[in-house]
């Protein structure tokens, strides 16, 4: 799907993204975030409303982008998302879909921490209840291109997650977006990654005293991980991508998200994600981000 607001032959005027998921994944945070960056932004918008909105907005706000939270509580959901999306396609307007998920034991405490009530618990338990909505928002999910994993993010990183994401610098179309994740698999794989390198063959500079403080951003300890089978394994790791992503993009694949693994994300897979970020923008794809997870950075390098 694209995010290009077009009208029968005239040129690009908007971004329309419709921000949906589970109850609890960060739907109201996403949307602050994208307020933050210059986004017109609608929360709890019944589906049937889109495009009478839609048509207002490109009348009145014909250069802002427009973001607009639509759940579970939106009356008939389904039917009325896909009556929407099938009016704005006859005037040429496709939105592109943000849905944000999380896992069910992460959903529960986070109902349970702010003591807010589930938007369709009726009886039973917010397991149920998050059972049931997960059976309602299949089919949105499936439609999806663009599914943003919350269950390992507070606030504040699923807030840079999305501006990293989505810039101020609008072109006329939402092109694929490669998230690049360092981590360490002693402290758990990231949950939502579409490809998981593990470099934990390589030799770790952890074991050598001058570099175990360092992280993989300073030039020593790349240098070491290229001096010991890492460029052999860069070569492997961006031959795939090379193939695959561009394949991934024409297919309208909004995000794909890469994670490389060492022991504790600090030197290996910090230099190798570094390096392919780099090999990667020179694709010109899309954007790409860089998050180091689990490295304990001396000046905040993560891109």
Known sequence: MTGAL???GEESVSRVLVVTGISGSGRSTCLRALEDLGYYCVDNLPAVLLPT???TLHERLTSTPVAVGIDIRAGQLLGDLNQAVEHLAAKGVLPTFLFLDCADDVLVRRFAETRRKHPIW?????????RQERAVMLEVRERTT???DTSDMNIHQLKRHVQRLFDVELSSELRLQVAIESFGFKHGMPRDADYVFDVRYLANPYFVPELAALSGVDGAVAEFVWQRGGQEALMHMTQLLDFTLPLHANEGRALVTVAIG???GQHRSVALAEAIAVHLRSLSLGRVTVTHRNAKLAN???T
Request: aromatic share 0%.
């Open 146 to 148: 663009l599914v943003i």
């Open 262 to 264: 060492c022991t504790g």
């Open 6 to 8: 077009q009208t029968s």
């Open 122 to 130: 009726q009886a039973g338990t917010i397991t149920e209840a998050i």
């Open 53 to 55: 909105l839609v048509d």
């Open 300 to 302: 905040d390098a993560a």
